[in-house]
């Protein structure tokens, strides 16, 4: 792994490790359940869908598709995360799912075969790779495991967010960050002493998060995963499963418009890998 990554991973072995582990379920409930939504989509054959699982995070999403029947590698720079997924699955009496697991980066990921899987999830990596060769290798990489006319499902995050957050949070540090926020209108690149909830992070607008995979995928769906809910979501924590749902109904309507789009924090982009690529 490069420096950079190894730094990445340090920071959620350590400083956010408890943090990710709640993350989806306390935090951003309209993120897992649109994210959920998409995956549940994931067409299952007679044969259990292989599926690399690239940012395992706290193995929520691997859980999910490991219910429904696929068999996973589960990927990640962290090794807290990546034993921790695993141990989640085993949990729940699913370790027979688990088909390997890689301490690895999603640039470079030697353990898996080219054409070997049905889908592959970047559902974290992409936001913080902050070179832009790096994203586009990632992509790459996810791409070369798959079987053509394999899914892909992959996150970004909005640029604007930082910048929401901060006027929210510290309005008085405006004054004193001009420069970085000259640069980062430019490259979109945080890190630890200006966002440190994320760390080293790269956010993205539409039309860059788009474009990453013009190349070598379809487009089926780019969506925002939290549309208009984004600054309210975790209210849907509290609500009857019925209302819950008709609130997420209401976000995914939303979430492939323009506006929605640009009200979320988080972007997810599915896609099929193109036939001759």
Not at 9 to 23: G, H, M, S
Not at 79 to 101: S, Y
Not at 139 to 168: H, M, Q, T
Not at 210 to 225: I, M, P, S
Request: hydrophobic content about 45%; proline content about 4%.
């Amino acid at each position: 792994m490069e420096k950079s990554e190894e730094s990445v991973a340090r920071y959620y072995d350590t400083a956010i490790f408890e943090a990710e582990l709640v993350r989806l379920t306390r935090d951003s409930p309209a993120e897992r359940g649109i994210t959920l939504r998409w995956l549940e989509r994931l067409p299952v054959a007679p044969d259990a869908p292989m599926v690399a699982e690239i940012g395992v995070g706290s193995g929520l999403y691997s859980e999910c598709l490991a219910r429904k029947g696929c068999r996973l590698h589960l990927v990640d720079v962290s090794v807290r995360l990546l034993a921790a997924a695993a141990e989640r699955l085993r949990t729940a009496g699913l370790g027979a799912a688990i088909a390997g697991a890689s301490h690895e980066s999603a640039t470079c990921l030697e353990s898996l075969a080219t054409g070997a899987f049905d889908a592959v999830l970047l559902l974290g990596p992409l936001y913080h790779l902050c070179d832009a060769e790096a994203r586009r290798l990632a992509v790459a990489e996810a791409a070369r495991i798959l079987k053509p006319g394999g899914w892909l499902f992959a996150a970004g995050i909005n640029r604007l967010s930082y910048l929401r957050d901060l006027l929210r949070e510290s309005p008085e540090k405006v004054c004193e960050r001009r420069a970085f926020h000259r640069q980062y209108l430019h490259d979109g690149n945080l890190d630890p002493e200006h966002a440190p909830p994320i760390g080293f992070a790269h956010l993205t607008t539409v039309a860059e998060f788009r474009e990453l995979f013009a190349n070598g995928f379809e487009e089926v769906a780019l969506t925002g995963t939290e549309s208009f809910s984004t600054a309210w979501q975790t209210r849907l924590n509290d609500l009857p499963a019925e209302e819950a749902e008709a609130w997420l109904d209401l976000i995914e309507a939303t979430g492939q418009s323009a506006e929605g789009l640009g009200l979320s924090d988080h972007f997810l982009f599915v896609g099929r890998r193109k036939y001759g690529e």
